[in-house]
Protein backbone atom coordinates (compact mmCIF):
# COMPACT_ATOMS: atom_id res chain seq x y z
CA UNK A 1 0.00 0.00 0.00
CA UNK A 2 1.21 3.42 -1.18
CA UNK A 3 0.55 5.68 1.62
CA UNK A 4 -0.11 9.26 0.70
CA UNK A 5 0.23 12.51 2.90
CA UNK A 6 -3.30 14.71 2.33
CA UNK A 7 -4.16 18.48 3.81
CA UNK A 8 -8.12 17.74 5.71
CA UNK A 9 -9.29 14.97 6.84
CA UNK A 10 -10.31 11.47 5.15
CA UNK A 11 -12.84 11.78 2.75
CA UNK A 12 -11.44 14.95 1.35
CA UNK A 13 -10.88 15.67 -2.02
CA UNK A 14 -7.58 15.44 -1.38
CA UNK A 15 -8.27 11.69 -0.45
CA UNK A 16 -10.78 11.27 -3.49
CA UNK A 17 -8.00 12.34 -5.82
CA UNK A 18 -5.44 9.50 -4.08
CA UNK A 19 -8.01 6.64 -4.73
CA UNK A 20 -8.54 7.68 -8.34
CA UNK A 21 -4.68 7.09 -8.69
CA UNK A 22 -4.10 4.74 -6.59
CA UNK A 23 -7.03 2.72 -6.46
CA UNK A 24 -7.42 0.90 -2.58
CA UNK A 25 -3.86 0.75 -2.68
CA UNK A 26 -3.89 4.07 -1.65
CA UNK A 27 -3.82 4.65 2.49
CA UNK A 28 -3.91 8.46 3.69
CA UNK A 29 -1.93 10.03 6.42
CA UNK A 30 -4.28 13.30 7.04
CA UNK A 31 -1.93 16.66 7.79
CA UNK A 32 -3.99 19.33 9.44
CA UNK A 33 -1.93 21.63 7.29
CA UNK A 34 0.14 21.94 3.77
CA UNK A 35 3.22 22.54 5.61
CA UNK A 36 2.77 19.54 7.75
CA UNK A 37 1.72 17.46 4.60
CA UNK A 38 5.56 18.78 3.16
CA UNK A 39 6.98 17.74 6.64
CA UNK A 40 5.56 14.35 6.74
CA UNK A 41 6.84 13.22 3.26
CA UNK A 42 10.54 14.81 4.01
CA UNK A 43 10.46 12.68 7.28
CA UNK A 44 9.20 9.57 5.07
CA UNK A 45 6.35 9.29 7.47
CA UNK A 46 4.41 9.07 3.86
CA UNK A 47 5.73 7.46 0.67
CA UNK A 48 4.11 10.02 -1.40
CA UNK A 49 2.37 13.92 -0.79
CA UNK A 50 -0.43 14.80 -2.82
CA UNK A 51 -0.77 18.65 -3.45
CA UNK A 52 -3.27 20.84 -4.52
CA UNK A 53 -1.48 23.00 -6.61
CA UNK A 54 -4.52 24.97 -8.91
CA UNK A 55 -8.16 24.86 -9.26
CA UNK A 56 -10.01 26.00 -12.37
CA UNK A 57 -12.04 28.61 -10.82
CA UNK A 58 -9.83 30.09 -7.84
CA UNK A 59 -6.31 29.65 -9.61
CA UNK A 60 -3.24 28.89 -8.04
CA UNK A 61 -3.06 27.62 -4.78
CA UNK A 62 0.46 29.90 -3.60
CA UNK A 63 1.05 28.62 -0.49
CA UNK A 64 2.33 25.11 -2.03
CA UNK A 65 4.06 27.01 -4.58
CA UNK A 66 6.16 28.49 -1.87
CA UNK A 67 6.12 25.26 -0.14
CA UNK A 68 7.99 23.31 -2.67
CA UNK A 69 10.19 26.27 -2.63
CA UNK A 70 11.01 25.87 0.99
CA UNK A 71 11.55 22.10 0.88
CA UNK A 72 13.48 19.64 -1.24
CA UNK A 73 10.57 17.41 -2.30
CA UNK A 74 10.42 16.24 -5.82
CA UNK A 75 7.37 16.35 -8.19
CA UNK A 76 6.95 12.86 -9.46
CA UNK A 77 3.06 12.81 -10.55
CA UNK A 78 0.46 14.74 -11.38
CA UNK A 79 -3.50 14.09 -11.15
CA UNK A 80 -6.70 16.38 -11.87
CA UNK A 81 -10.27 15.68 -9.78
CA UNK A 82 -13.49 17.04 -11.00
CA UNK A 83 -15.11 18.61 -7.98
CA UNK A 84 -18.23 17.26 -7.46
CA UNK A 85 -19.97 19.26 -3.79
CA UNK A 86 -22.55 17.46 -2.29
CA UNK A 87 -25.20 18.29 0.20
CA UNK A 88 -24.55 15.67 3.15
CA UNK A 89 -26.98 14.86 6.13
CA UNK A 90 -27.87 11.99 8.47
CA UNK A 91 -29.31 9.16 6.79
CA UNK A 92 -33.48 9.69 6.41
CA UNK A 93 -32.67 13.38 6.41
CA UNK A 94 -34.50 15.40 4.23
CA UNK A 95 -34.20 18.78 2.74
CA UNK A 96 -37.23 20.13 4.16
CA UNK A 97 -35.19 19.00 7.90
CA UNK A 98 -32.14 21.26 6.69
CA UNK A 99 -31.23 24.36 7.82
CA UNK A 100 -27.80 25.32 9.02
CA UNK A 101 -25.15 23.75 5.88
CA UNK A 102 -21.36 23.79 7.41
CA UNK A 103 -18.58 23.53 4.81
CA UNK A 104 -15.28 25.19 3.93
CA UNK A 105 -15.66 28.84 2.33
CA UNK A 106 -14.31 28.04 -0.53
CA UNK A 107 -16.68 25.19 -1.07
CA UNK A 108 -19.59 27.87 0.57
CA UNK A 109 -18.33 30.40 -2.17
CA UNK A 110 -18.59 27.69 -5.28
CA UNK A 111 -22.16 26.94 -4.36
CA UNK A 112 -23.66 30.53 -4.27
CA UNK A 113 -26.23 30.21 -6.63
CA UNK A 114 -27.29 26.80 -4.53
CA UNK A 115 -28.18 28.71 -1.28
CA UNK A 116 -29.67 31.68 -3.41
CA UNK A 117 -31.89 28.71 -5.10
CA UNK A 118 -32.59 27.87 -1.86
CA UNK A 119 -32.86 30.84 0.33
CA UNK A 120 -34.32 28.96 3.77
CA UNK A 121 -30.76 27.52 4.29
CA UNK A 122 -27.99 29.47 6.18
CA UNK A 123 -24.28 28.99 5.13
CA UNK A 124 -21.90 28.05 7.90
CA UNK A 125 -18.14 28.26 7.58
CA UNK A 126 -16.27 25.25 8.59
CA UNK A 127 -12.73 24.87 8.93
CA UNK A 128 -12.97 21.63 6.52
CA UNK A 129 -15.59 19.96 3.78
CA UNK A 130 -15.04 16.28 5.28
CA UNK A 131 -14.31 16.91 8.42
CA UNK A 132 -17.71 19.00 8.75
CA UNK A 133 -19.37 15.68 7.68
CA UNK A 134 -17.21 13.54 10.39
CA UNK A 135 -18.46 15.91 12.92
CA UNK A 136 -22.03 15.94 11.66
CA UNK A 137 -22.52 12.21 12.30
CA UNK A 138 -20.79 12.16 15.66
CA UNK A 139 -22.97 14.76 16.94
CA UNK A 140 -20.78 17.78 17.67
CA UNK A 141 -21.45 20.20 14.11
CA UNK A 142 -23.10 23.40 14.57
CA UNK A 143 -25.17 22.38 11.83
CA UNK A 144 -27.67 20.16 9.83
CA UNK A 145 -25.88 19.46 7.11
CA UNK A 146 -22.39 19.74 5.16
CA UNK A 147 -21.25 20.38 1.75
CA UNK A 148 -18.29 17.94 0.61
CA UNK A 149 -17.24 15.10 -1.49
CA UNK A 150 -19.53 11.75 -2.38
CA UNK A 151 -16.20 10.18 -0.71
CA UNK A 152 -16.65 11.97 2.32
CA UNK A 153 -20.48 10.96 2.50
CA UNK A 154 -19.67 7.16 1.75
CA UNK A 155 -16.64 7.37 4.42
CA UNK A 156 -18.86 8.64 7.43
CA UNK A 157 -21.79 6.42 6.54
CA UNK A 158 -24.00 9.45 5.70
CA UNK A 159 -26.45 10.47 2.88
CA UNK A 160 -26.01 12.75 -0.12
CA UNK A 161 -29.87 15.01 -0.63
CA UNK A 162 -28.47 16.84 -3.14
CA UNK A 163 -25.25 16.62 -5.91
CA UNK A 164 -22.92 18.96 -8.32
CA UNK A 165 -23.99 21.89 -5.89
CA UNK A 166 -21.36 23.63 -7.51
CA UNK A 167 -22.29 26.83 -10.17
CA UNK A 168 -19.55 25.80 -12.73
CA UNK A 169 -19.40 22.43 -14.01
CA UNK A 170 -15.74 22.88 -15.42
CA UNK A 171 -14.26 22.83 -11.87
CA UNK A 172 -11.16 20.54 -11.48
CA UNK A 173 -8.50 20.81 -9.39
CA UNK A 174 -4.73 19.50 -10.15
CA UNK A 175 -2.65 17.88 -7.84
CA UNK A 176 1.24 16.93 -7.83
CA UNK A 177 2.46 14.03 -6.07
CA UNK A 178 5.25 14.74 -4.43
CA UNK A 179 8.30 12.33 -2.86
CA UNK A 180 11.32 12.62 -0.77
CA UNK A 181 13.37 11.20 -3.30
CA UNK A 182 13.27 11.99 -7.33
CA UNK A 183 11.90 8.68 -9.43
CA UNK A 184 12.95 8.04 -12.59
CA UNK A 185 9.72 7.52 -14.69
CA UNK A 186 9.52 5.78 -17.90
CA UNK A 187 7.49 8.00 -20.27
CA UNK A 188 8.01 11.34 -18.35
CA UNK A 189 6.81 13.99 -20.56
CA UNK A 190 6.39 16.85 -18.52
CA UNK A 191 9.17 19.39 -16.39
CA UNK A 192 8.25 21.12 -13.69
CA UNK A 193 10.80 23.35 -13.06
CA UNK A 194 11.83 26.89 -11.08
CA UNK A 195 14.44 29.94 -11.49
CA UNK A 196 14.90 33.69 -11.30
CA UNK A 197 15.85 35.61 -14.09
CA UNK A 198 19.04 37.78 -14.29
CA UNK A 199 17.79 41.59 -14.41
CA UNK A 200 18.50 42.10 -18.03
CA UNK A 201 15.44 43.37 -20.69
CA UNK A 202 13.43 40.56 -22.36
CA UNK A 203 14.28 38.12 -19.56
CA UNK A 204 12.03 35.71 -19.66
CA UNK A 205 11.33 36.05 -23.32
CA UNK A 206 15.06 34.53 -23.67
CA UNK A 207 13.75 31.94 -21.21
CA UNK A 208 10.77 31.05 -22.94
CA UNK A 209 12.76 30.70 -26.08
CA UNK A 210 15.26 28.20 -24.57
CA UNK A 211 11.98 25.69 -24.52
CA UNK A 212 10.08 27.46 -27.49
CA UNK A 213 13.11 26.24 -29.76
CA UNK A 214 12.59 22.64 -28.70
CA UNK A 215 9.31 22.22 -29.08
CA UNK A 216 8.67 22.20 -24.92
CA UNK A 217 4.65 23.66 -24.70
CA UNK A 218 4.59 26.24 -21.66
CA UNK A 219 1.23 24.70 -20.16
CA UNK A 220 1.54 26.58 -16.28
CA UNK A 221 3.47 30.00 -15.72
CA UNK A 222 3.59 31.16 -11.91
CA UNK A 223 5.41 33.92 -10.43
CA UNK A 224 6.18 34.53 -7.22
CA UNK A 225 7.86 37.51 -4.93
CA UNK A 226 11.27 36.93 -3.63
CA UNK A 227 11.09 38.06 -0.08
CA UNK A 228 13.93 40.87 0.66
CA UNK A 229 14.00 41.62 -3.05
CA UNK A 230 11.69 43.84 -3.96
CA UNK A 231 9.83 43.51 -7.55
CA UNK A 232 11.81 40.67 -8.22
CA UNK A 233 10.23 36.98 -8.63
CA UNK A 234 10.46 33.39 -8.64
CA UNK A 235 9.32 31.47 -11.76
CA UNK A 236 7.36 28.28 -11.66
CA UNK A 237 6.97 27.07 -15.39
CA UNK A 238 5.89 23.48 -16.89
CA UNK A 239 6.23 22.32 -19.72
CA UNK A 240 5.29 19.34 -21.65
CA UNK A 241 6.62 17.43 -24.75
CA UNK A 242 7.34 14.52 -26.11
CA UNK A 243 11.12 13.90 -26.07
CA UNK A 244 13.22 14.19 -22.45
CA UNK A 245 16.88 14.86 -23.94
CA UNK A 246 14.72 17.92 -25.26
CA UNK A 247 13.71 18.95 -21.96
CA UNK A 248 17.30 18.22 -20.29
CA UNK A 249 19.26 19.86 -22.88
CA UNK A 250 16.68 23.25 -22.65
CA UNK A 251 17.93 23.31 -18.36
CA UNK A 252 21.21 23.20 -19.21
CA UNK A 253 20.83 26.25 -21.58
CA UNK A 254 18.81 27.77 -18.87
CA UNK A 255 21.45 27.42 -15.79
CA UNK A 256 23.65 28.93 -18.22
CA UNK A 257 21.43 32.11 -18.56
CA UNK A 258 19.73 32.05 -15.23
CA UNK A 259 21.22 32.66 -11.60
CA UNK A 260 19.15 30.03 -10.30
CA UNK A 261 17.32 27.24 -11.77
CA UNK A 262 16.02 24.01 -9.77
CA UNK A 263 14.04 20.85 -11.56
CA UNK A 264 11.17 19.74 -9.54
CA UNK A 265 10.68 17.17 -11.18
CA UNK A 266 10.25 15.40 -14.73
CA UNK A 267 7.12 13.27 -14.48
CA UNK A 268 4.06 11.95 -17.10
CA UNK A 269 1.68 14.14 -18.13
CA UNK A 270 -1.59 13.75 -16.92
CA UNK A 271 -3.71 13.61 -20.00
CA UNK A 272 -1.32 11.47 -21.76
CA UNK A 273 -1.05 8.72 -18.68
CA UNK A 274 -4.69 8.61 -19.06
CA UNK A 275 -4.57 7.68 -22.34
CA UNK A 276 -1.77 5.26 -21.74
CA UNK A 277 -3.26 3.56 -18.59
CA UNK A 278 -0.34 4.51 -16.81
CA UNK A 279 0.49 3.15 -13.33
CA UNK A 280 1.25 6.02 -10.89
CA UNK A 281 5.18 6.08 -9.16
CA UNK B 1 -10.38 67.63 -3.52
CA UNK B 2 -10.01 64.79 -4.94
CA UNK B 3 -12.29 61.89 -3.61
CA UNK B 4 -10.24 58.49 -4.28
CA UNK B 5 -12.36 55.09 -3.47
CA UNK B 6 -10.30 52.71 -0.83
CA UNK B 7 -11.24 49.65 0.56
CA UNK B 8 -11.07 49.01 4.28
CA UNK B 9 -11.47 52.28 6.70
CA UNK B 10 -9.99 55.72 6.89
CA UNK B 11 -6.59 55.42 8.28
CA UNK B 12 -5.81 52.01 5.88
CA UNK B 13 -3.05 51.95 4.13
CA UNK B 14 -4.81 52.59 1.32
CA UNK B 15 -5.74 55.93 2.91
CA UNK B 16 -1.89 56.53 3.61
CA UNK B 17 -1.19 55.95 -0.18
CA UNK B 18 -3.91 58.23 -1.04
CA UNK B 19 -2.22 61.24 1.43
CA UNK B 20 1.29 60.05 -0.46
CA UNK B 21 0.02 60.67 -3.73
CA UNK B 22 -2.50 63.24 -3.38
CA UNK B 23 -0.96 64.96 -0.35
CA UNK B 24 -4.01 66.98 1.73
CA UNK B 25 -5.71 66.95 -1.65
CA UNK B 26 -6.57 63.63 -1.24
CA UNK B 27 -10.21 62.86 -0.01
CA UNK B 28 -11.18 59.09 0.52
CA UNK B 29 -14.41 57.10 0.23
CA UNK B 30 -14.17 54.02 2.11
CA UNK B 31 -15.77 50.71 0.74
CA UNK B 32 -16.22 47.53 2.34
CA UNK B 33 -15.00 45.56 -0.35
CA UNK B 34 -13.08 45.93 -3.09
CA UNK B 35 -15.87 44.85 -5.84
CA UNK B 36 -17.72 48.22 -3.90
CA UNK B 37 -14.65 50.02 -4.59
CA UNK B 38 -14.97 49.40 -8.24
CA UNK B 39 -19.13 50.03 -8.55
CA UNK B 40 -18.10 53.31 -6.08
CA UNK B 41 -15.77 54.72 -9.32
CA UNK B 42 -18.28 52.97 -12.12
CA UNK B 43 -20.88 55.34 -10.30
CA UNK B 44 -19.02 58.40 -9.67
CA UNK B 45 -19.18 58.53 -6.42
CA UNK B 46 -15.43 58.54 -6.52
CA UNK B 47 -12.99 60.56 -9.02
CA UNK B 48 -10.52 57.77 -8.39
CA UNK B 49 -10.04 54.13 -6.93
CA UNK B 50 -6.79 52.88 -5.46
CA UNK B 51 -6.31 49.73 -5.65
CA UNK B 52 -3.75 47.63 -3.76
CA UNK B 53 -2.41 44.89 -6.89
CA UNK B 54 0.67 43.13 -5.05
CA UNK B 55 2.75 43.01 -2.01
CA UNK B 56 6.59 42.39 -2.38
CA UNK B 57 5.73 39.26 0.77
CA UNK B 58 2.44 38.13 0.26
CA UNK B 59 2.85 38.40 -4.32
CA UNK B 60 -0.55 39.45 -6.38
CA UNK B 61 -3.82 40.36 -4.94
CA UNK B 62 -5.75 38.29 -7.20
CA UNK B 63 -9.10 39.24 -6.04
CA UNK B 64 -8.23 42.65 -7.87
CA UNK B 65 -6.91 41.20 -11.13
CA UNK B 66 -10.12 39.55 -11.67
CA UNK B 67 -11.98 42.81 -10.74
CA UNK B 68 -10.10 44.82 -13.36
CA UNK B 69 -11.34 42.69 -15.97
CA UNK B 70 -15.36 42.45 -14.70
CA UNK B 71 -15.01 45.81 -14.53
CA UNK B 72 -14.51 48.51 -17.22
CA UNK B 73 -12.86 50.98 -15.27
CA UNK B 74 -8.63 52.28 -16.84
CA UNK B 75 -5.76 52.34 -15.12
CA UNK B 76 -4.19 55.82 -14.93
CA UNK B 77 -1.65 55.57 -12.73
CA UNK B 78 0.46 53.48 -10.01
CA UNK B 79 2.26 54.26 -6.81
CA UNK B 80 4.04 51.86 -4.20
CA UNK B 81 3.94 51.99 0.01
CA UNK B 82 6.13 50.85 2.71
CA UNK B 83 3.89 48.96 4.85
CA UNK B 84 4.71 50.25 8.54
CA UNK B 85 2.97 48.32 11.03
CA UNK B 86 2.69 49.84 14.41
CA UNK B 87 1.32 48.83 18.10
CA UNK B 88 -1.30 51.41 18.78
CA UNK B 89 -3.07 51.35 21.93
CA UNK B 90 -4.91 53.82 23.91
CA UNK B 91 -2.94 57.35 25.09
CA UNK B 92 -1.45 56.58 28.33
CA UNK B 93 -1.10 52.80 28.09
CA UNK B 94 2.20 51.33 28.32
CA UNK B 95 3.26 47.84 26.67
CA UNK B 96 2.64 46.15 30.19
CA UNK B 97 -0.95 47.14 29.87
CA UNK B 98 -1.27 45.39 26.79
CA UNK B 99 -2.38 41.65 26.66
CA UNK B 100 -4.69 41.57 23.60
CA UNK B 101 -3.69 42.69 20.43
CA UNK B 102 -6.28 43.28 17.15
CA UNK B 103 -5.80 43.06 13.68
CA UNK B 104 -6.28 41.97 10.36
CA UNK B 105 -5.17 38.15 9.96
CA UNK B 106 -2.59 39.61 7.10
CA UNK B 107 -1.07 42.09 9.65
CA UNK B 108 -0.91 39.90 12.21
CA UNK B 109 1.18 37.30 9.85
CA UNK B 110 3.61 39.74 8.88
CA UNK B 111 4.08 40.66 12.84
CA UNK B 112 5.38 37.17 13.97
CA UNK B 113 8.91 38.02 15.25
CA UNK B 114 7.14 40.10 17.13
CA UNK B 115 4.40 38.16 18.74
CA UNK B 116 7.09 35.25 19.39
CA UNK B 117 9.37 38.11 21.08
CA UNK B 118 6.49 39.14 23.59
CA UNK B 119 4.72 35.51 24.29
CA UNK B 120 2.64 37.45 26.92
CA UNK B 121 0.66 39.21 23.75
CA UNK B 122 -2.18 37.45 22.52
CA UNK B 123 -2.81 37.73 18.89
CA UNK B 124 -6.95 38.98 17.96
CA UNK B 125 -8.04 38.39 14.33
CA UNK B 126 -10.35 41.31 13.22
CA UNK B 127 -11.66 42.55 9.85
CA UNK B 128 -9.61 45.43 9.15
CA UNK B 129 -6.38 47.27 10.67
CA UNK B 130 -7.38 50.83 10.86
CA UNK B 131 -10.63 50.05 11.74
CA UNK B 132 -9.33 48.17 15.12
CA UNK B 133 -8.02 51.08 16.18
CA UNK B 134 -11.14 53.29 15.25
CA UNK B 135 -12.85 50.70 17.79
CA UNK B 136 -10.28 50.92 20.46
CA UNK B 137 -10.66 54.16 20.81
CA UNK B 138 -14.46 53.69 20.86
CA UNK B 139 -14.51 51.35 23.67
CA UNK B 140 -15.50 48.36 21.18
CA UNK B 141 -12.45 46.26 20.42
CA UNK B 142 -12.17 43.09 22.20
CA UNK B 143 -8.69 43.74 22.83
CA UNK B 144 -6.44 46.50 24.46
CA UNK B 145 -4.10 47.23 21.54
CA UNK B 146 -4.41 47.21 17.55
CA UNK B 147 -1.63 46.68 15.04
CA UNK B 148 -2.29 49.41 12.04
CA UNK B 149 -0.67 52.66 10.21
CA UNK B 150 0.94 55.83 12.25
CA UNK B 151 -1.98 57.55 10.46
CA UNK B 152 -4.69 55.23 12.08
CA UNK B 153 -3.19 56.22 15.31
CA UNK B 154 -3.34 60.05 14.12
CA UNK B 155 -6.32 60.05 13.09
CA UNK B 156 -7.81 58.45 15.90
CA UNK B 157 -5.82 59.93 18.71
CA UNK B 158 -4.46 57.00 19.55
CA UNK B 159 -0.54 56.47 21.09
CA UNK B 160 1.66 54.24 18.54
CA UNK B 161 3.42 52.04 21.50
CA UNK B 162 6.03 50.51 18.94
CA UNK B 163 7.14 51.26 15.50
CA UNK B 164 8.37 48.44 12.81
CA UNK B 165 6.69 45.41 13.99
CA UNK B 166 6.97 43.53 10.41
CA UNK B 167 8.88 40.96 10.30
CA UNK B 168 10.10 42.09 7.07
CA UNK B 169 11.34 45.28 6.06
CA UNK B 170 11.12 45.46 2.52
CA UNK B 171 7.28 44.94 2.76
CA UNK B 172 5.96 47.63 0.00
CA UNK B 173 2.50 47.14 -1.44
CA UNK B 174 1.99 48.47 -5.13
CA UNK B 175 -1.73 50.05 -5.68
CA UNK B 176 -3.09 50.89 -9.15
CA UNK B 177 -4.73 53.88 -9.63
CA UNK B 178 -8.31 53.27 -11.52
CA UNK B 179 -10.68 55.87 -13.36
CA UNK B 180 -13.92 55.58 -14.81
CA UNK B 181 -12.57 57.40 -18.02
CA UNK B 182 -8.98 57.13 -19.33
CA UNK B 183 -7.03 59.72 -19.28
CA UNK B 184 -4.32 61.15 -21.61
CA UNK B 185 -1.28 61.56 -19.30
CA UNK B 186 1.95 62.98 -20.22
CA UNK B 187 5.44 60.99 -19.98
CA UNK B 188 3.06 57.55 -19.60
CA UNK B 189 5.56 55.25 -20.01
CA UNK B 190 4.13 52.17 -18.79
CA UNK B 191 1.53 49.80 -20.40
CA UNK B 192 -0.91 47.56 -18.56
CA UNK B 193 -2.39 44.90 -20.52
CA UNK B 194 -4.35 41.61 -20.63
CA UNK B 195 -4.84 38.94 -23.18
CA UNK B 196 -5.52 35.54 -24.33
CA UNK B 197 -3.24 33.44 -26.36
CA UNK B 198 -4.14 31.04 -29.32
CA UNK B 199 -3.91 27.72 -28.26
CA UNK B 200 -0.65 27.20 -30.38
CA UNK B 201 3.02 25.72 -29.27
CA UNK B 202 5.20 28.87 -28.17
CA UNK B 203 1.97 31.64 -27.71
CA UNK B 204 3.22 32.92 -24.82
CA UNK B 205 7.30 33.25 -26.00
CA UNK B 206 5.69 35.14 -29.03
CA UNK B 207 4.14 37.70 -27.10
CA UNK B 208 6.93 38.66 -25.58
CA UNK B 209 8.57 38.55 -28.72
CA UNK B 210 6.59 41.46 -29.67
CA UNK B 211 7.23 44.00 -26.70
CA UNK B 212 10.62 42.74 -26.29
CA UNK B 213 11.84 43.63 -29.84
CA UNK B 214 10.68 46.86 -29.25
CA UNK B 215 12.54 47.63 -26.26
CA UNK B 216 9.52 47.68 -23.46
CA UNK B 217 10.72 45.91 -20.46
CA UNK B 218 8.09 43.25 -18.79
CA UNK B 219 7.83 44.11 -14.84
CA UNK B 220 4.90 41.95 -14.33
CA UNK B 221 3.01 39.34 -15.17
CA UNK B 222 0.36 37.36 -14.10
CA UNK B 223 -1.96 34.68 -14.75
CA UNK B 224 -5.58 33.50 -13.95
CA UNK B 225 -7.90 30.97 -14.63
CA UNK B 226 -10.46 31.09 -17.31
CA UNK B 227 -13.80 30.17 -15.90
CA UNK B 228 -15.57 27.19 -18.26
CA UNK B 229 -12.58 27.08 -20.28
CA UNK B 230 -10.22 24.57 -18.10
CA UNK B 231 -5.96 24.97 -17.61
CA UNK B 232 -6.40 28.10 -20.49
CA UNK B 233 -5.58 31.39 -18.58
CA UNK B 234 -6.06 35.26 -19.03
CA UNK B 235 -2.69 36.99 -18.97
CA UNK B 236 -2.25 40.12 -17.21
CA UNK B 237 1.52 41.85 -18.09
CA UNK B 238 3.05 45.77 -17.22
CA UNK B 239 5.60 46.69 -19.30
CA UNK B 240 7.54 49.97 -18.94
CA UNK B 241 9.63 51.80 -21.73
CA UNK B 242 10.66 54.97 -22.80
CA UNK B 243 8.32 55.19 -26.23
CA UNK B 244 4.65 55.17 -26.35
CA UNK B 245 4.65 55.28 -30.04
CA UNK B 246 6.40 51.49 -29.43
CA UNK B 247 3.65 50.55 -27.21
CA UNK B 248 1.09 51.34 -29.25
CA UNK B 249 2.83 49.21 -32.35
CA UNK B 250 3.35 46.81 -30.34
CA UNK B 251 -0.19 46.28 -28.98
CA UNK B 252 -1.55 46.65 -32.50
CA UNK B 253 0.64 43.83 -33.51
CA UNK B 254 -0.35 41.98 -29.99
CA UNK B 255 -3.88 41.80 -31.38
CA UNK B 256 -3.24 40.38 -34.77
CA UNK B 257 -2.56 37.59 -32.95
CA UNK B 258 -4.13 36.85 -29.38
CA UNK B 259 -8.16 36.05 -29.86
CA UNK B 260 -8.47 38.88 -27.04
CA UNK B 261 -6.45 42.19 -25.79
CA UNK B 262 -7.57 44.72 -23.60
CA UNK B 263 -5.38 47.59 -22.43
CA UNK B 264 -6.11 48.21 -19.37
CA UNK B 265 -4.16 51.83 -19.05
CA UNK B 266 -1.08 53.53 -20.07
CA UNK B 267 0.42 56.17 -17.09
CA UNK B 268 3.45 57.23 -15.61
CA UNK B 269 6.15 54.91 -13.99
CA UNK B 270 6.04 55.68 -10.47
CA UNK B 271 9.77 55.33 -10.47
CA UNK B 272 9.99 57.47 -13.07
CA UNK B 273 7.41 60.12 -12.11
CA UNK B 274 8.92 60.02 -8.21
CA UNK B 275 12.31 61.29 -9.90
CA UNK B 276 10.55 63.84 -11.71
CA UNK B 277 8.14 65.31 -9.11
CA UNK B 278 5.01 64.55 -11.40
CA UNK B 279 1.75 65.30 -9.85
CA UNK B 280 -0.75 62.40 -10.15
CA UNK B 281 -3.82 62.10 -12.40
Known amino acids: MTRVAIQGEAGSFSHAAVIALYGSDGGVLPCASFEDLFRAVER ?3 ARGLVPIENT ?5 HENYDLLTAHALSVVGETELRIRHCLVARRGATLQDVV ?12 RRFFSEHPALVAVPSYDTAGSVRDL ?13 ALAAELYGAAILAESLEDHPENYTRFLVVSREPVAVAGASKISLTFTTPNVPGALHRVLGIFAARDLNLTKIESRPLPGRP ?6 LDFA ?4 DHARSAVEELRAFAPMVRVLGMYPDRALSRAAGATPT
Do not use: K
Open 44 to 46: GDA
Open 57 to 61: LAGSV
Open 100 to 111: RVASHPVALAQC
Open 137 to 149: MAGTLAADAAIAS
Open 231 to 236: WEYLFY
Open 241 to 244: GDAP
